[in-house]
Nanobody, 125 residues
Framework: QVQLVESGGGLVQPGGSLRLSCAAS???????????MGWYRQAPGKERELVAS???????NYADSVKGRFTISRDNAKNTVYLQMNSLKPEDTAVYYC????????????????WGQGTLVTVSS
């Protein structure tokens, strides 16, 4: 078993901030490494889109719509990725999903593409 557990979503007013977190874990062994991690979002009636991604060496990429407002970071020791969301807009309302590419544990098992269950972010007055 491997899972990504997301938290930090909720209701916030326009201009406010939220911090999302996503922790990876397995049931058979501790995690040795994770390649890239990222955040995607899906708004009602729209397709899922990439919000931000970050490599194991902390190289990051952002969607144009969130540049200057969102910051992705990761703590490799905790196997956790974060998304700091500032200056939130109503159009940021969506279910946010965490993704991890190539999780390796100490037994040598690899999980190539893992998704979290999603956390809802609602930006509204």
């Amino acid at each position: 078993q491997v899972q990504l557990v997301e938290s930090g979503g909720g209701l916030v007013q326009p201009g406010g901030s939220l911090r999302l977190s996503c922790a990876a874990s397995t049931s058979i062994s501790s995690i040795f490494s994770i390649n890239a991690m990222g955040w995607y979002r899906q708004a009602p009636g729209k397709e899922r889109e990439l919000v931000a991604s970050i490599t194991s060496s902390r190289r990051s990429n952002y969607a144009d719509s969130v540049k200057g407002r969102f910051t992705i970071s990761r703590d490799n020791a905790k196997n956790t990725v974060y998304l700091q969301m500032n200056s939130l807009k109503p159009e940021d309302t969506a279910v946010y999903y965490c993704n991890a590419d190539n999780i390796a544990d100490f037994r040598g098992y690899r999980y190539l593409d893992v998704w979290g269950q999603g956390t809802l972010v609602t930006v509204s007055s």
